[in-house]
């Protein structure tokens, strides 16, 4: 983590996901290879923040794999536990809001394709 005044930043690497777990996840069904997030936070004078996941994965009916940028949220109708889109690297969590159930998170927007033909919408 990283701090500059009244802000953090933090990067969490991605980390493959263990080999024994290597099946799609079962709800949403998929294939997620490894998985990390990025978040700035604002400390004062009003806590603010803002993240996003990145998956390396193959979603259930695409051929290939690619980059994906996801953006998660509390459902809200949920007791909140954070505030604006955020990175998620719980899979179990993830695989029900990729399966768009409802559940207390939900994805925010669409999976951005962050590999190709979106790329230079991130620099």
């Known amino acids: 983590m990283f701090s500059l005044g009244n802000g953090q930043l933090e990067i969490i690497l991605p980390t493959s996901v263990e080999p024994d777990s290597w ?13 990390g997030s990025l978040e700035v936070m604002q400390l004062t004078p009003l806590q603010q923040r803002m993240g996003a996941s990145l998956y390396y994965a193959r979603r259930k009916h695409d051929t290939g794999y690619r980059w994906w940028e996801i953006r998660f949220e509390d ?49």
Do not use: F
């Open 75 to 123: 459902h809200p109708l949920a007791p909140r536990t954070n505030w604006g889109p955020y990175g998620l690297n719980d899979l179990k969590e993830a695989d029900i809001a990729l399966a768009q159930i409802a559940s207390s998170r939900q994805v925010q927007g669409t999976p951005l394709a962050v590999d190709d033909e979106n790329s230079m919408t991130h620099v």
């Open 23 to 35: 099946e799609p996840l079962p709800t949403c069904g998929w294939d997620v290879v490894t998985v």
